[in-house]
Nanobody, 121 residues
Framework: VQLVASGGGLVQPGGSLRVSCAAS????????MSWARQAPGKGLEWVCA???????YCADSMKGRFTISRDNAKNTVYLQMNNLKPEDTAVYYC????????????????WGQGTQVTVSS
């Protein structure tokens, strides 16, 4: 199983960014996928999860700004981030999760390498 995250970068406050995670070596369509992030000096924080194309969830603090989606034909999960704030600066990771894991990142199965998102003027 391999997860490759991409799309991170430097963005100004209020800007938008979409990060992607390409998966291989798994039955992607039946896999639950999550995004988590780690800000400097802080622990891992769950961001969003998708259990199917119509079943998506995000942490309360990110609802309305972050959206997770997936393209099963491309084996790819996306995280669209709008109205970014400096406190969103973090390394963003994709991971294979399950419905029973919920937001507990310690239970997530496999992790990608992460992509850096920096929000700064």
């Amino acid at each position: 199983v391999q997860l490759v995250a991409s799309g991170g970068g430097l963005v100004q406050p209020g800007g938008s960014l979409r990060v992607s995670c390409a998966a291989s070596g798994l039955t992607f369509g039946s896999s639950a996928m999550s995004w988590a992030r780690q800000a400097p000096g802080k622990g891992l924080e769950w961001v969003c999860a998708t259990y199917s194309e119509r079943s998506t969830y995000c942490a309360d603090s990110m609802k309305g700004r972050f959206t997770i989606s997936r393209d099963n034909a491309k084996n790819t999960v996306y995280l669209q981030m709008n109205n970014l704030k400096p406190e969103d600066t973090a390394v963003y990771y994709c991971a294979i999760s399950s419905i029973s894991d919920g937001a507990d990142v310690t239970l997530f199965d496999r992790w990608g390498q992460g992509t850096q998102v920096t929000v700064s003027s």
